[in-house]
Nanobody, 115 residues
Framework: QVQLVESGGGLVQPGGSLRLSCEAS????????MGWYRQAPGKERELVAA???????DYGDSGKGRFTISRDNNKNTVYLQMNSLKPEDTAVYYC?????????WGRGTQVTVSS
């Protein structure tokens, strides 16, 4: 069973940066598409960014321009570097893995952007 554990969330001031990490258990990480999603209160979950096993990236509207997704297959870890954060980036950020058996989700990490 795949387990995804996010870390790196917290409180940051507008204009600041955070780097989220998601470590996956199991040996299928390197074969999987990894993604970051976010869900703000009262809103639907939305794609922030995704990265294929070969490193090809795709960004949702919320992630374009200020966020960068990357992965380290040797560490079974995917990262989300978030710069120039805005209050509207406040949300729970979830790690997602798409693999042959379906999809798995982490429990999420809270990101709060506030002065």
């Amino acid at each position: 069973q795949v387990q995804l554990v996010e870390s790196g969330g917290g409180l940051v001031q507008p204009g600041g940066s955070l780097r989220l990490s998601c470590e996956a258990s199991g040996s299928i990480f390197m074969f999987s598409v990894m993604g970051w999603y976010r869900q703000a209160p009262g809103k639907e979950r939305e794609l922030v960014a995704a990265v294929s096993r070969r490193g090809n990236t795709d960004y949702g509207d919320s992630g374009k321009g200020r966020f960068t997704i990357s992965r380290d297959n040797n560490k079974n870890t995917v990262y989300l570097q978030m710069n120039s954060l805005k209050p509207e980036d406040t949300a729970v950020y979830y790690c997602n893995m798409v693999h042959a058996a379906g999809a798995s989700w982490g429990r999420g990490t809270q990101v709060t952007v506030s002065s």
